[in-house]
């Protein structure tokens, strides 16, 4: 078995904009997810908005500088994540397909493969 992490990727706004019912459907399509998956995750939360987030990059001397959010020229920033284990990633694909935020125009999935070393 493999391990593959799907990250969620949205525009914050547009969450944030959501009522009370489009929340509660989203949560049902998650626990859809969570409920087909089973055992195969291994992990799964949400993030905070992007603008929570910290960023750390070095430069060239390097010497570490953090700013505030993520270093981001889109509006999409990851929402949250799962931490799958599958035996392919036709199964993976098949799971993600319940995820919810493939029913939003602003938000969608990007799924890798983990590196397993020994």
């Not at 706004?13 to 055992?39: I, L, P, R, S, V």
């Not at 195969?40 to 908005?49: F, S």
């Amino acid at each position: 078995m493999a391990k593959y992490m799907i990250l969620i990727y949205g525009d914050a706004a547009q969450w944030d904009a959501m009522t009370e019912e489009q929340w509660h459907a989203h949560n049902e399509g998650h626990a859809a997810f969570a409920a087909k998956a089973g055992a195969r995750v291994l992990d799964g939360r949400q993030l905070e908005n992007t603008p929570m987030a910290t960023s750390l990059r070095a430069d060239a001397h390097g010497d570490v500088h953090t700013t505030d959010g993520p270093f981001l020229e889109t509006k999409e920033g990851i929402g949250g994540y799962y931490l799958l284990e599958a035996s392919d990633l036709d199964e993976v694909f098949e799971l993600a397909r319940l995820l919810p935020e493939l029913n939003y125009t602003h938000s969608g999935l990007e799924i890798r493969p983990v590196v397993e070393r020994g």
